[in-house]
């Protein structure tokens, strides 16, 4: 059978099938279409000004990978006159992150961008491996998303930059409606599919691969042959997120347009005044200083459950009997005061 010829320049050997359309096409044909898409879905909605100092969110894994290579081939091929830096957040999780980092460090290079790492050991004091031995694998994500949240906006700060952009593609966001879904989240669905945030004090933050499709984002790594770093976090049993992926995932093979349906059907969901309004009460919080809809912020609530625990060992550990090493107990005491300690010295920024 004679090879079949590339769907839109109808001249090189077709050589992919398009995964968000089944377009067959030549490879030179799908990185023109993919750039362009995204080049589009920036412009539509505005997202930079020429003279944007931008971070690119960075983990060295292939959705922000990709994400550096694309916004500095547009922003050369475009002139959108923009500042672009990298900004990684290393979460202190040994055998992944600190693989994954030096990927971005190489990055750094092959893309020629200024990098900043902050960590959550020196912005909060713990780290994840900390985490995960103090509280388990259950909740472990939900301290890391809120920390690495709060982490990207300091780190911005630091850069002295106008926004943020992170890899989050059309699957990221289509799962996010589903489990907003399913969880009755109405206030969170309504903003979970806006292509930029921004709140009273935060950074603009913007998804430029908001109706980019995981495997067609694979595709673009592969055969650009892109440095990044394909290993699953070893802490990764977000088994919620993983439900709706495996839901999403079968309904993309029965057909390919469910990823951009669920996108659409969740911009459509309007959220009513009162939530808008009761949502933008906004002030400090008393610990750390970062914005906050409560007397505490998000990430300063975690770190209090995560301290009180901590604080409940070392006096269950004391009234143990004296069977209970002294080496042990010390060690618990020391690394409390060492907790307390640097987060007391270490916000940075506010
Ligand atoms: Fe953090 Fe969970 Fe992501 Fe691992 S999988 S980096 S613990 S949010």
Not at 146 to 171: E, M, P, Y
Not at 232 to 260: N, Q, V, W
């Amino acid at each position: 059978m004679a090879p079949k010829h590339c769907g839109l320049c109808q001249d090189a050997r077709a050589i992919l099938k398009r995964p968000k359309t089944g377009q067959q096409i030549c490879k030179d044909c799908f990185f023109y279409v993919f750039e362009e898409e995204v080049h589009n879905t920036i412009t539509e909605a505005g997202l930079f000004r020429p003279g944007d100092r931008v971070a690119i969110g960075a983990s060295g894994g292939k959705d922000s990978t990709v994400l550096a290579y694309v916004m500095k081939t547009l922003n050369e091929r475009y002139n959108y006159g923009l500042e672009l830096f990298l900004l990684s957040i290393d979460e202190g999780i040994t055998g992944y992150r600190d693989d994954s980092l030096k990927t971005v460090k190489r990055n750094q290079v092959q893309y020629d961008m200024p990098l900043k790492i902050l960590s959550y050991e020196e912005l909060y004091g713990w780290t994840m491996d900390r985490i995960v031995s103090s509280i388990g694998k259950k909740n472990n994500c939900t301290f890391c998303g809120v920390f690495r949240r709060q982490a990207l906006d300091r780190g911005a700060c630091a850069l002295k930059v106008d926004h943020i952009v992170t890899g989050h593609n059309a699957d990221d966001i289509a799962e996010t409606v589903l489990m907003n879904i399913m969880r009755g989240d109405i206030a969170r669905l309504g903003r979970c599919t806006s292509i930029c945030t921004q709140g009273e004090d935060t950074i603009r933050r913007s998804k430029p691969f908001k109706y980019a499709y995981e495997k067609e984002i694979v595709m673009y790594a592969y055969f650009k042959k892109l440095d990044y770093f394909s290993t699953e976090c070893i802490y990764s049993p977000d088994a919620y997120r993983g439900h709706a992926r495996s839901f999403l995932k079968d309904l993309e093979a029965a057909r390919p347009s469910a990823i951009i349906d669920i996108i659409h059907s969740g911009e459509a969901f309007e959220v009513k005044e009162e939530i808008k309004a009761a949502q933008k009460t906004q002030r400090t919080c008393r610990r750390c200083g970062y914005m906050s809809s409560n007397e505490l912020c998000k990430a300063c609530t975690l770190l209090e459950g995560l301290e009180r625990r901590l604080r409940e060992t070392v006096i269950s550990s004391l009234l143990d009997p004296p069977a209970a090493r002294l080496a042990d107990k010390m060690l618990v005491l020391i690394s409390l005061i060492v907790t307390v300690l640097s987060r007391e010295s270490k916000i940075i920024c506010r």
